[in-house]
Nanobody, 117 residues
Framework: VQLQASGGGLVQPGGSLRLSCAAS????????TAWHRQVPGKQRELVAG???????TYADSVKGRFTISRDSAKNTVYLQMNSLEPEDTAVYYCNAFGYLNDRNVYWGQGTQVTVSS
């Protein structure tokens, strides 16, 4: 299983970005897929997740601003980020858990998001 993250970059406060995570397997074969983020010196934190059945979860800090979605035809999970704030600056990682109900966690490489004027 491979996950390929893309879409990061530099954006001004209040701007938007969309991150993509392309999976090498059917995206609906995973129990959950999610986006995490990490800043230097801090633990990686969950930003948003989506379960196989479609239930979503968000960190309180991004509720109302970020949306996680998926495209089964492209085997891709997206993170639409609006109203970005400097505090959103981090390396963003996509992950997937439970391919065909195994107990493994799969990680993609990170993509840098920098929110700065």
């Amino acid at each position: 299983v491979q996950l390929q993250a893309s879409g990061g970059g530099l954006v001004q406060p209040g701007g938007s970005l969309r991150l993509s995570c392309a999976a090498s397997r059917n995206i609906f074969s995973f129990i959950t897929t999610a986006w995490h983020r990490q800043v230097p010196g801090k633990q990686r934190e969950l930003v948003a997740g989506i379960a196989k059945g479609g239930t979503t979860t968000y960190a309180d800090s991004v509720k109302g601003r970020f949306t996680i979605s998926r495209d089964s035809a492209k085997n891709t999970v997206y993170l639409q980020m609006n109203s970005l704030e400097p505090e959103d600056t981090a390396v963003y990682y996509c992950n997937a858990f439970g391919y065909l109900n195994d107990r493994n966690v799969y990680w993609g490489q990170g993509t840098q998001v920098t929110v700065s004027s």
